[in-house]
């Protein structure tokens, strides 16, 4: 779960801040393998309609047994991190399955494909669905790393019905990718991550103000130190494999990018005061026993409007972040 590196880090920390939230893919950039050099869309309409049917298919099935496996093949990146470890979790506190879950359905959906060559290939399902806000839009990112692979989902990211900004597009109707190193944005797609990890830090003005950035950090200096029990969070970038940033071209010259990350937060009681673990999620993915702290790991995935750089404004704005616990280590 932790690397030893990352946990020597973490013994060494005495104070930190909020807590986590319990409840994304490839890069962008046209890679060209087996001599395929043709741009060509990523997918058919038919052929990811089929794909987004086929997730709901599984994530329903997995969802009311939790059982993990049941959509392992149609997940990845850091939706297959969050989800599976709520499955895992759900399996311990209900080993029956959920009885009142109610299947997710994902309707009126417009797809943004892009044209580009090689494998990985991808796009974005725009889904209404029928849990929480009627009016959000689900987005999902599917991929596929080659022709004998199934699409899968790595990011899932919901979207109030403004926020949805405008794709540029062809004559054709086929969308643009972002190259993971596009220099004209303000922040290289491939640079996010870790910029967003150092912002966490240090602060700094790449991001604009708002819930996921300035208000994140504000609060975590509020409870890095409350009687009886101290906060610190690590953060880290995932930058590679499933987990690389992927993006599409907007109208205005910049592009929505999706990216991820994973957290720490150590919370170390005060010597005497016992830590009382009680959400039966972080019980269900600990191990260990908290006598004197607990480590809580999460993974989180983004969504980001990077501008151009010709914009007057260089701030990168978030649409929507999930983050979701994935482990707990007691100690």
């Known amino acids: ?100 879950y109610v299947p997710l359905k994902l309707t009126d959906t417009e797809f943004t494909i892009p044209k580009k060559a090689g494998w990985p290939r991808w796009f974005v399902a725009d889904s209404r669905a029928n849990k929480g806000s009627t009016e959000a839009h689900w987005l999902l990112v599917f991929t596929r790393g080659g022709p004998d692979e199934v699409w899968e989902v790595s990011y899932l990211t919901i979207l109030g019905a403004d926020d949805v900004p405008e794709f540029k597009k062809d004559k054709d109707g086929w969308a643009e990718p972002v190259t ?17 990890t150092t912002y966490l830090r240090d602060g700094g003005d790449t991001f604009a103000p708002g819930t996921n950035t300035s208000a994140w950090r504000e609060s975590r200096k509020k409870n890095a130190k409350r009687p009886g029990l101290a906060r610190q969070y690590i953060d880290e970038p995932l930058t590679s494999g499933d987990y690389a940033a992927v993006g599409l071209r907007t109208t205005d010259g910049g592009a929505l990018v999706f990216f991820s990350t994973r957290h720490y937060e150590k919370q170390t009681g005060w010597q005497g005061v016992p830590l009382n673990v009680t959400d039966p999620n972080v019980k269900a993915l600990m191990t260990g026993e908290a006598k004197q702290s607990i480590t809580l790991e999460s993974v989180s995935n983004q969504a980001v409007l990077d501008p151009a750089k010709s914009a007057p404004d260089q701030k990168v704005t978030f649409l929507s972040r999930i983050q979701g616990l994935t482990g707990a280590k007691g100690e």
């Open 1 to 100: 779960m932790k690397t030893p590196q990352t946990l020597r880090r973490l013994s060494r920390l005495t104070t930190s801040a909020a807590a986590v939230t319990v409840l994304s893919v490839t890069a962008s950039g046209c890679m060209v393998v087996h001599g395929e050099r043709e741009v060509l869309p990523g997918s058919t309409k038919s052929e990811a309609a089929r794909a987004l049917k086929d997730f709901t298919t599984a994530y329903n099935k997995a969802n009311k047994a939790y059982d993990q496996s049941l959509d392992a093949d149609r997940v990845a990146g850091p939706l297959a991190d969050i989800d599976g470890a709520k499955l895992r979790a759900g399996k311990k506190t209900q080993p029956g399955g959920d009885p009142d």
């Open 180 to 196: 993971a190193d596009a220099a004209d944005l303000a922040v290289r797609p491939k640079d996010l991550a870790e910029s967003y």
